[in-house]
C-alpha cells in the first residue's frame, strides 16, 4: 500500500490552542490509520460554509495515510475534508522549463 501526505480539515472545540488539537487528533483519528506530523502546527481556518456549533473552530493538521485508508478517516465526524499534501519545488535552471502552450 502507499502512504502519502494528507492534510486533515477538523471541527474542534474553540477552546482548544495548538498542543490541545494535536492531542485530540491524534487519539481520535489514531483508529483510522491517520498518523499525526506532530512537528506541523494546526492552523486555523475561517468557518467556510460549514456549520459550526458556536463553541467549535476548524483546523488543519497534517500527516500520512495509507490510500486505503482515506474513506475511513473521512467517516470521522470531526473530519471535513482530506487533501493530498502535495510538495511544491522550485524549479532548478528557468531555461529547462518553456512554457509553450502559453505561446501566443
Given amino acids: 500500500?502507499?502512504?502519502?501526505?494528507?492534510?486533515?480539515?477538523?471541527?474542534?472545540?474553540?477552546?482548544?490552542?495548538?498542543?490541545?488539537v494535536l492531542a485530540l487528533a491524534s487519539r481520535e483519528l489514531r483508529a483510522t490509520?491517520?498518523?499525526l506530523d506532530p512537528e506541523y502546527e494546526p492552523v486555523p481556518m475561517p468557518a467556510g460554509e460549514e456549520p459550526l456549533a458556536e463553541d467549535e473552530q476548524i483546523m488543519l493538521v497534517r500527516g500520512s495515510l495509507e490510500d486505503a485508508?482515506?474513506?475511513?478517516?473521512?467517516?470521522e465526524p470531526r473530519v471535513i475534508a482530506v487533501w493530498s499534501d502535495?510538495?511544491?519545488?522550485?524549479l532548478?535552471?528557468?531555461?529547462?522549463?518553456?512554457?509553450?502552450?502559453?505561446?501566443?
Fill in 69 to 75: 485508508d482515506e474513506e475511513v478517516l473521512r467517516r
Fill in 33 to 35: 490509520g491517520f498518523e
Fill in 86 to 90: 502535495a510538495r511544491v519545488e522550485t
Fill in 1 to 20: 500500500m502507499r502512504s502519502r501526505r494528507v492534510i486533515v480539515e477538523l471541527r474542534v472545540p474553540s477552546d482548544l490552542g495548538a498542543q490541545g
Fill in 92 to 104: 532548478d535552471d528557468e531555461d529547462d522549463w518553456s512554457p509553450s502552450d502559453l505561446a501566443f
